[in-house]
């Protein structure tokens, strides 16, 4: 192309822009400001929320410093309950001991009283036929005396 005809293709789209940028959705059109004032209020709030956006950084930084120091303090809590939980463990098996020793020696205790039973039963027996075998002696013994 020659500059003759880029510069009629540039003055046709230089008169006709405006009408094509108003076609556009309101969000799309593209922004002129002349007045100065209004710029460098543009500018300062730019600037403010660059300022904002690396303050909200920092306060992000710092929140995930927190949630780590929070973690380690639960890790913490978790080792001390598993801790806990290992020496109750300890505890019931202990007491596990224990009862089941108590238990034996209420089973000895049992066996021996039982032994003491029969053994008590035995001479109650023993006992019995004595008296049986006296008293039958004794009226023998007085029948013959009563013979005589």
Same mark, same amino acid.
């Given at each position: 192309?020659? =500059?003759?005809?880029?510069?009629?293709?540039?003055?046709?789209?230089?008169?006709? /822009?405006? $009408?094509?940028?108003?076609?556009?959705?309101? $969000?799309?059109?593209?922004?002129? @400001?002349? =007045?100065?004032?209004?710029?460098?209020? @543009?500018?300062?709030?730019?600037?403010?929320?660059?300022?904002?956006?690396? /303050?909200?950084?920092q306060g992000f930084s710092a929140m995930e410093k927190r949630f780590e120091q929070v973690d380690k303090r #639960?890790?913490?809590?978790?080792?001390? #309950?598993?801790?806990? !939980?290992?020496?109750?463990?300890?505890?019931? $098996? =202990?007491?596990?001991?224990?009862?089941?020793? %108590? !238990?034996q020696r209420f089973e000895q205790v049992d066996k021996r009283f039982e032994e003491m039973r029969v053994d008590? =039963?035995?001479?109650?027996?023993?006992?019995?036929?004595?008296?049986?075998? #006296?008293?039958?002696?004794?009226? %023998?013994?007085?029948?013959?005396?009563?013979?005589?």
């Amino acid at each position: 192309m020659s =500059d003759r005809q880029l510069e009629e293709i540039g003055s046709y789209v230089k008169s006709h /822009l405006p $009408e094509w940028l108003a076609e556009l959705a309101p $969000e799309r059109r593209p922004i002129t @400001i002349t =007045d100065p004032a209004l710029l460098e209020r @543009i500018v300062r709030v730019e600037e403010s929320l660059s300022h904002q956006r690396e /303050l909200m950084s920092q306060g992000f930084s710092a929140m995930e410093k927190r949630f780590e120091q929070v973690d380690k303090r #639960f890790e913490a809590v978790d080792k001390r #309950f598993e801790q806990v !939980d290992k020496r109750f463990e300890e505890m019931r $098996e =202990d007491m596990n001991a224990r009862f089941e020793a %108590v !238990d034996q020696r209420f089973e000895q205790v049992d066996k021996r009283f039982e032994e003491m039973r029969v053994d008590m =039963d035995a001479r109650f027996r023993t006992t019995n036929r004595m008296i049986m075998a #006296f008293f039958a002696l004794v009226t %023998v013994i007085s029948a013959v005396v009563q013979i005589l």
